[in-house]
């Protein structure tokens, strides 16, 4: 598809939600087309000779509005666009700066249905951001972002891009246009999953006979003849990396490129294929949350585990999550654990896993923002990036929020309600622009800070098995790989195609045994058909060509 029928393609699409957009406040102020910089298909706005961009350190010339997008979270007693740190902000980057600092509340359930709609009546933010690359580069094929000057970036923020510039080289140019910056991720993780250690040692095994799948699946067995209870489930929905155990390794990486994508599901290798075989194992034989289709977000699969009707529950550990306290108020005697990796391991396989990609949020800058407003992003990544004003964001006031141990760790006051108290996640929805973790100066601090914003009170032990195990899997964790063309397929098909997948795999998951190879084979076909094979199609010859990392 050309450049030009992408371009057509999204004005027809967000005319369906212009009505609607339109008729909303926004929370920004209004972008208008004339004197706006170009779309991504022509000469960057940003061009100039390194050297010779304006300065503006002095503040800029005239006002300048700066529309910063935030994840709107619904945490109880939050406004997002209107607290202590959002007027905090305005007082020591954008008063300085001549910068009106406008927050844009996105919600983060439907963030790219808000961002098209704000796209569509000229009210989105001057940065673009996404978790994932299939949607950035989705809104890069759209249209709806500049093409940057890399030498601009480095003028305006020098110290953000000496902790970005790295990445952002190599993965922030999309069809030879430098199009994105992100932010820094360390290479950390607090997701898991939870088991009952008192169930496991009920029937007779310890934690560390966990070393497989088949032994995993026996203890289920176990769990069930004694009327103990079941695994957790929940349906597959939004982030496809299910099968990762169930593949050979080491990986190819062609094969990596082809089927590995979070946007649409891997459905028809032979990988796939041993995941969905035991899921229809652990179904027809009583061993799984015989409704976990109907687990369709975080609040019912945790229920089931707190009222002991499951054994596991995979969440972010937190220390200010409830799951522990509420589960022991059921059952005074439960017990926890992390369970094994090896768990979910066949026999003879390795515990692989998704690694993240080595950045944050992905950021580009919105097509319609002038060349002041740009500049103003880059001031602001700039101003964050600084490590007194970024240790503010993060832990709020001293003696109020926190106090710094003996380590120079600030050591929250969980019962502070003033006037500076944090969101529910740290602030992060605004700190994030430039990291994805907390971060003190060398490594061993900040593991240690980080075990203390996961550990919850009572339940220290899981942190240190949590980070034992990432640790110890750690060279069996793979990235997806990033294409550094549009793949129009999957634009065009993503969205039916994860509809289909979940009829197809629940329908397959679901079938009684000595029917599963019939009715996989002929679900197989069908999502083939619905346009999978075009996009494996369109992938392979990206792949053939070397546009991919």
């Known amino acids: 598809m050309s450049r030009q029928k992408r371009s057509v393609k999204w004005l027809a699409g967000i005319a369906a939600v212009a009505l609607l957009a339109g008729c909303s406040g926004g929370g920004g102020s209004s972008k208008e087309a004339e004197g706006a910089p170009a779309a991504s298909g022509d000469k960057p706005a940003a061009a100039a000779e390194a050297g010779s961009f304006p300065d503006y350190s002095k503040g800029f010339p005239e006002k300048v509005n700066l529309d910063i997008p935030v994840y709107e979270r619904a945490f109880e007693g939050w406004n997002v666009t209107d607290n202590y740190y959002t007027r905090w902000i305005q007082k020591e980057f954008g008063d300085k700066y001549n910068v009106s600092v406008n927050f844009v509340p996105i919600t983060r359930s439907s963030e790219v249905t808000d961002f098209e709609q704000l796209l569509a009546s000229h009210k989105a933010p001057d940065i673009i951001f996404h978790y994932d690359m299939p949607q950035a580069l989705a809104y890069y094929g759209e249209d709806v972002l500049q093409e940057l000057n890399y030498d601009e970036v480095k003028n305006y923020a020098p110290t953000y891009w000496k902790n970005t510039g790295e990445t952002i080289e190599q993965y922030g140019t999309i069809d030879d246009k430098p199009t994105f910056v992100f932010a820094t991720r360390p290479n950390a993780d607090n997701f898991t999953t939870i088991i009952r250690k008192d169930w496991v040692e009920k029937v007779g095994m310890k934690m560390e006979d966990l070393t497989s799948l088949e032994k995993y699946n026996d203890m289920l067995k176990k769990w069930k003849d004694a009327g103990i209870g079941v695994t957790g489930g929940s349906l597959i929905q939004n982030s496809f990396n299910y099968n990762y155990a169930f593949r050979d390794w080491p990986i190819d990486e062609k094969y990596r490129a082809l089927y590995s994508d979070l946007s649409v599901a891997d459905f028809t290798t032979p990988d796939t294929e041993r995941f969905l075989r035991n899921l229809n194992y652990q179904y027809n ?9 109907l687990r369709d977000d975080d609040s019912k699969t945790k229920a089931e585990f707190v009222a002991g009707k499951t054994g596991t529950y995979s969440t972010y550990l937190t220390n200010n999550t409830d799951v522990f306290g509420a589960t022991l108020k059921n059952n005074p005697n439960a017990e926890f654990a992390i369970l094994p990796p090896g768990a979910g391991v066949p026999e003879g396989r390795e515990p692989q896993g998704r690694a993240y990609w080595p950045f944050g949020f992905i950021m580009g800058i919105n097509y319609e923002s002038t060349d002041m407003e740009r500049a103003a992003v880059w001031m602001y990544l700039e101003w964050m990036s600084q490590p007194e004003n970024l240790f503010f964001l993060q832990n709020g006031v001293e003696g109020e929020n ?25 602030n992060k929805d605004y700190w994030a622009l430039v990291t994805e973790t907390v ?14 914003n996961w550990s919850p009170p009572g339940q220290e032990k899981l942190v240190d098995d949590l980070v034992k195990y990432y640790d110890e899997t750690s060279e069996f964790r793979t990235p997806d ?13 993503k969205a039916d195609l994860n509809v289909l997948f979940q009829e197809l795999y629940l329908k397959v998951a679901l079938a009684p045994e000595d029917q599963f190879d019939k009715i996989y084979e002929e679900a197989k076909q069908q999502y083939l058909d619905a346009g999978y094979q075009e996009i494996l199609d369109e992938k392979q010859e990206a792949i053939d060509e070397g546009k991919y990392k």
């Open 481 to 493: 790989a990033l294409y550094t063309v549009v793949l129009d397929s999957v634009n065009d098909y």
């Open 285 to 293: 034989n009583g061993l799984i949350d015989k409704e976990f289709y």
């Open 439 to 452: 971060q003190y100066p060398d490594a061993a601090k900040t593991l240690e800070a980080n075990k203390r």
């Open 402 to 426: 926190y106090k710094l141990d003996d380590q120079g760790i600030a050591v929250r006051n969980p019962d502070y309600k003033g006037e500076s108290v944090l969101a529910q996640n740290n």
